[in-house]
């Protein structure tokens, strides 16, 4: 049985979310409101396990979790700073699973005295686990003649797709760079 763990994908990650669902047999869909949470197809929404969980109780989350490890598929979208959460979801991914790891445009940002950015320290960890392929999505910003604009959730969702069709160790929606021209 396939199993896949859709963690913070109910937004603008829905049609990604939907995608990873449709090619698993079983769907754990996390979020604060799991319950309430619909893909508007009945055949889809048959196959979630819905937790209504929040990663603030690292402990009873996990936990949770645990019952339903190993995923074969994992497509995250976790806050920067969940540096802990992040390292027990890894080892609840199944060999020869695939993350994948949404982030935004900051998370590529060298820290505070030239510290590696967190984008760059999950690439280090995941590389040291060769029976997990690793695929980050790493957010950026359009370019639209002399300004610049965020996303739109079809765009981001198009990449984390692409990550699960053909994973590459870091994709790129958008573009990052010039930095200063992103919007604000």
């Known amino acids: 049985m396939t199993t896949t763990l859709l963690l913070g994908a109910t937004g603008m990650l829905k049609a990604a979310a ?3 669902a449709w090619q698993a047999e079983e769907c754990v869909l996390v979020s604060r409101n799991a319950g309430v949470f619909s893909f508007g197809n009945a055949a889809l929404d048959a196959r979630l396990i819905r937790l209504s969980l929040s990663y603030e109780d690292e402990p009873a989350f996990l936990g949770a979790l645990a019952d339903y490890a190993p995923f074969d598929l994992a497509l995250t ?3 920067p700073r969940a540096e802990l959460l992040r390292a027990a979801l890894d080892a609840l991914i199944a060999p020869g699973g695939l993350l994948v790891e949404v982030m935004g445009s900051r998370s ?7 510290a590696p950015s ?15 392929t690793y695929a980050q999505v790493i957010l950026g910003f359009v370019h639209e003649g002399k300004n610049s ?36």
């Not at 981001?156 to 919007?183: C, H, K």
């Open 18 to 20: 939907s995608h990873a």
């Open 77 to 79: 979208w976790i806050r």
């Open 108 to 114: 590529i940002l060298t820290g505070e005295s030239g």
């Open 118 to 132: 967190i984008a760059a320290l999950r690439a280090e960890v995941l590389a040291h686990q060769p029976d997990i």
């Open 149 to 184: 604009r965020w996303l739109d959730h079809e765009e981001i969702s198009a990449a984390a797709i692409a990550q699960m069709e053909m994973p590459l160790p870091r994709r790129i929606a958008g573009t990052l760079e010039p930095w200063d021209e992103r919007p604000h």
